[in-house]
């Protein structure tokens, strides 16, 4: 027996691993069964992707649907790794309630997103022997793997199955294991949402009209990026840029846990403003909207939907409160930086109308050799131990392309503490591989650390 598992958080995860099937991107297998994880801080009271409007024409590509959440009850899926002397207990405790045989007669293989974190993570070491593949989370497969993974994990990996949201560029997630890039058709992708346009709302046409703005919210107060005042007010210019556009039409797109006052401050806006806001109260993939609305114009911060609009649906897209960010984002490792460098560097300023009026879809497909170079160059710097070979990528970049414009995706304590190109003035480039400098800067981090005890 051959038993694919298929992990899945989201509807757009689940609408992606759909497009893949239909396109023959994974071989046949006896079973295929759709392990559903509600990774919400607090499930018991969101919407499990199993129950949200469109699912039951995604369902039929599965012969079951499973809910990790379940079978972990009462661990947290985000929260949750086995210990290691439990694996075997657990493995055993999985196939009995899932209905697989033994480790000897029946494979399983294991398709999962996120593999660095929980659950994708915990999932593959309670079935240690399964081959795995990863399907991409948007953005984030053009950065470096979130965490060093253990050998035992990542050599098991064949393959990373992605979007082409920017064709010509190669995500680097996984390259530290060798681990090839694939896919899944554009094609095969859109019909799988044009599936689940079927069940939007019919009414939601009638009501807004043709051809609105649409703003994308991402609720990143919850992430500690921004504080919920300082989101509220990124909305807010959203808002204010479409205005100054000349568009009269707004649809608002929440984040489906985001409290209600971002959209009574925005209805607040909107109404000095002279502008019609739909506020959208039932939660839809922001693809199926592109299908069905037809937006002038799509403005975001970072989110991956952007790249979808330009890239998939030929929508015109605008960004807003990215340069904010990219001084917020703690570490400098955090996993957004990549996503929130792309649009930066791709999409225009909602607040430069002459910018996002010359703008075309097309030039989001354009990655040029100076994107690849900066993508490689602030992974590198996210994750120098795990990608060491792209050292020399990145000092080259940083020593010829640092502008008062590129600087603006680095930080000088980073560059410093890896010692690259541009953490201090030329003329004294020489002290951070000073061994003498080195060892002081050592013992005072020391002293200042005794000093704190």
């Known amino acids: 027996m051959r038993t694919q598992i298929f992990l899945a958080s989201t509807l757009y995860g689940a609408a992606t691993l759909a497009a893949a ?23 018991e009271t969101t919407t499990p992707l199993d129950r949200m409007a469109g699912f039951e024409r995604l369902r039929g590509r599965f012969d ?6 379940d079978a972990i009850r009462p661990f947290h899926p985000a929260g949750w790794s086995p210990r290691a002397d439990d694996v075997p207990l657990w493995e055993r405790h999985l196939r009995l309630l899932w209905g697989l045989g033994e480790p000897h007669q029946d494979t ?74 694939e896919v899944v058709p554009t094609e095969a992708f859109t019909a799988v949402l ?11 046409t009638a009501t807004v009209g043709a051809r609105p703005v649409l703003l994308l919210g991402q609720y990143l107060s919850a992430l500690n990026i921004l504080t919920g005042e300082e989101e509220e007010q990124l909305h807010v210019r959203m808002l204010r840029g479409a205005a100054a556009l000349g568009h009269r039409r707004v649809v608002f797109k929440p984040h489906p846990v985001a409290p209600a006052r971002f959209s009574r401050a ?39 939907a952007l790249m979808t609009a330009a890239a998939l649906y030929g ?27 792309l649009i930066d560097a791709l999409l225009p300023d909602i607040g430069d109308p002459a910018a ?25 710097c996210m994750q120098a131990q795990i990608y060491p070979a792209l050292r020399a990528d990145a000092e080259r970049y940083l020593s010829g392309k640092l502008t008062d414009h590129t600087w603006r ?30 060892r002081v800067a050592r013992r005072a981090r020391a002293i200042k650390r005794g000093a704190r005890r």
């Open 21 to 43: 099937l239909d396109a023959g991107s994974f071989e046949p297998a006896d079973r295929r069964l759709l392990l559903v994880t509600n990774n919400a801080a607090t499930p």
């Open 315 to 341: 929508l015109p897209v605008a960004r807003s409160g990215t340069g904010q960010l990219l001084e917020r984002l703690t570490p400098y490792q955090n996993s957004n930086r990549i996503p929130v460098t």
């Open 409 to 438: 995706y680095f930080k000088r304590r980073r560059l410093t503490a890896l010692a690259l190109p541009g953490a201090v003035p030329s003329q004294l480039a020489f002290l951070p591989r000073n061994p003498v400098v080195r």
């Open 108 to 181: 399983v293989e294991l398709v999962v997103e996120s593999l660095q974190v929980n659950p994708a993570l915990a999932l593959t070491q309670l079935f240690p022997e399964s081959p795995v593949d990863v399907y991409a989370d948007g953005l984030m497969s053009y950065g470096p793997t979130r965490n060093k993974l253990d050998p035992l994990v990542g050599t098991r990996v064949r393959r990373v199955l992605h979007l082409d949201l920017l064709p010509g560029l190669r995500p680097l997630l996984l390259t530290e294991f060798n681990v090839a890039a």
């Open 194 to 204: 044009a599936e689940l346009a079927k069940d939007a709302p019919p009414a939601l």
């Open 356 to 380: 996002v009026e010359s703008w075309s879809p097309a030039e989001a497909g354009r990655v040029t050799e100076e994107i690849t170079e900066l993508v490689r160059t602030v992974g590198f």
């Open 266 to 304: 925005l209805e607040k806006e909107a109404g000095e403003l002279g502008v019609e806001l739909t506020v959208l109260d039932t939660p839809v993939l922001a693809e199926v909207l592109y299908g069905q609305l037809r937006p002038a114009l799509v403005v975001g911060c970072f989110s991956t």
């Open 64 to 69: 079951r649907v499973l809910s990790w959440n």
